[in-house]
C-alpha cells in the first residue's frame, strides 16, 4: 500500500472512531437510588469507598483523558502498521457491538412503559376526577335496569310479638248464705268460651258468659236502669229471648224473658240477675290458664283467659310515636318469613319498664338501655288464616315512615360512589355507549333509591353491577 493510501485509511479510521463517540454518547450505570445513569464513551462511573448505594458517584479525569487517548492510539494501528500483518499492534475496542445490547433493553424498557400507561387510562385505575361530567366508559356493564317513576315508601321495622293478647283473670264469686261456694267444673286450659256457654260452676250451678264492656255490679230486676240493663238485653236478645225492647230499662218484658233463661240454665227461676250468675267479657274467650281445681273454694281465682283471635302486640319506642295511630295499617312477617297485614287497635300510654331486682339489698337491678320508656301497641290481624298455626311467636313488623309519590328510581346496586363524593350512574346510551352521569340521591326504601340529575329520566338505562 502506497503512502497516499495510508494516509487516507488512517484518517477513515479516526473518522470512525469519532463516529462512534459521536453516535453512542451514553454507557449505563445504576447509582445508589436505582436511578439509570448516562455516560459518554470513555467515562467510568467511580464510587468512592465507603460510598457504594449513596447516589453520589464521580468519573475520574485522568482515567477518562487515559482512555481517550488509548482510543485515539489505536485506531490508525488497526490496519497493520509498518509490516501490514498485525503483530505487536493492539485491536481496536468494539465498543459499538457491545453497546448494542443496552441500547435495546432501554428501547424494550420505554415501550413497556407506554403499554402500561395506556391500560391504566384504558381501564380507569385512577378513578373519576368527581367533577360529575360525562365521559364514555369501556364497555358495557354485565347487567342494566331502567329508571322507574314510582311512589317510595320508607318504612321502620320493629320487634313485636303475636299471641292472644295479656290474659285477665276470672274472679269466682265469696259463698253465698246458703252455698259453701264450692268450684264443681272448670274448663280445659285452650278452651273457648262463646256467649252463652259455661266458664265455670259453682256448687253445680252454670255460670254463662255475656259479652258486654260493663261487669254486673248489682242485682238487676224490675225498675232497674243503665248501661249493664241494656247489656243484659242484647245478650237475652242473641241468645233468641223475646217479648222486650232492648233499651237501658229493666221492665216487666225484661223480667220474663230472665226467667225463661233461668229455667234453661237450671236455676231458680226468680226473674232477678245477680252479679255472680254470670261473668262479661268484650266477646268469645280462650282460656289461658286454669287457676282452680273442682272442690276448691270458689272465692278466688278460677283460670285466666284472653281473646279468641291472635293480635300482635308491640312495646313501641317513643320516637315512632308519631308513626301510629288508631288505623295504621303495618306489615307483619312470621319467623317462616310469610306476612300478613295488621291494623293498630289500641294505643296504650308510654310506660318504662320496671327494672329486675327492685331495690332493696346488694345486687339490686341495674341501670341502663332497659329501663327507656316504651308506647305499648295492639294490632289486629283480620287474616287468622294467614298467621298458620302459630299461637306465639316473636315477628317484625314494618311500619311506614315516609311516602314519596311520582319520583324517578333505580337500585341501589346501581349507584357509584365518586372520588371526592357524591354519586353517579352509568348511563347506556341508544348506540350502545356508556357514560357516567352524576346523580343526586334522595329517599332509600328496600333495594330501591331516588335519584334525580341530568340525563336523568323515565325509561333511562343504567348499568347494574353482578
Known sequence: MTAPDETRERERD???????????????????????ELHKTGEVSERPPGAVGTGREE???????????????????AGGGDGGDGEGTTPPPAS?????????????????????????????????????????????????????????????????????????AVQGPAPSKTGAGIITWVPGDGDTIKRGQ??????????????????????LKTGTEGKDVEILEKNLSALGYTGFTVDDMYDAGTSQAVRDWQDDLGRQETGT?????????????????????????????????????????????????????KG????????????????????????TPSQDGGSGGSGGGQSGGDDKPTLPVEMKVKDQKGLGRY?????????KAETRKDVLVVPINALVAQRGGGYA????????????????VGMFSDSMVEVSGTGITDGTVVGVPK
Open 14 to 36: 479516526e473518522e470512525t472512531a469519532e463516529f462512534d463517540e459521536a453516535e453512542e454518547p451514553v454507557r449505563g450505570a445504576v447509582n445508589g437510588s436505582g436511578a439509570l
Open 59 to 77: 468519573t475520574d479525569p485522568e482515567k477518562t483523558a487515559l482512555e481517550k487517548a488509548s482510543l485515539q492510539k489505536t485506531a490508525p494501528e
Open 96 to 168: 459499538g457491538r457491545r453497546r448494542r445490547p443496552l441500547r435495546m433493553s432501554l428501547i424494550v424498557v420505554a415501550a413497556i412503559a407506554v403499554v402500561v400507561a395506556a391500560g391504566a387510562a384504558t381501564t380507569g385505575v385512577f378513578g373519576d376526577d368527581g367533577s360529575g361530567s360525562s365521559g364514555a366508559a369501556p364497555s358495557a356493564p354485565p347487567k342494566t335496569a331502567k329508571v322507574e317513576r314510582t311512589t317510595l315508601t320508607r318504612t321502620e321495622s320493629v320487634d313485636g310479638n303475636l299471641g292472644y293478647g295479656d290474659p285477665t
Open 198 to 219: 259455661t266458664a265455670y260452676k259453682v256448687e253445680e250451678q252454670k255460670v254463662p258468659l255475656l259479652y258486654g264492656s260493663t261487669p254486673f255490679y248489682r242485682p
Open 273 to 325: 240477675v245477680q252479679p255472680s250468675d254470670a261473668v262479661v267479657a268484650p266477646g268469645a274467650r280462650r282460656v289461658a290458664e286454669v287457676k282452680a281445681t273442682a272442690g276448691a273454694p270458689s272465692n278466688g281465682p278460677v283460670l285466666t283467659w284472653t281473646g279468641t283471635e291472635r293480635t300482635v302486640t308491640v312495646d313501641l319506642d317513643v320516637q315512632f310515636e308519631d308513626m301510629v295511630e
Open 328 to 351: 295504621t295499617k303495618a306489615t307483619v312477617t312470621l319467623p317462616d318469613d310469610t306476612s300478613v297485614q295488621a291494623e293498630v287497635t289500641d294505643i296504650g300510654t308510654p310506660t
Open 391 to 399: 299461637q306465639a311467636a316473636a315477628v317484625k313488623i314494618s311500619l
Open 425 to 440: 350512574v352509568q348511563v347506556v346510551e341508544a348506540d350502545g355507549d356508556v357514560r357516567t352521569r352524576t346523580v343526586k
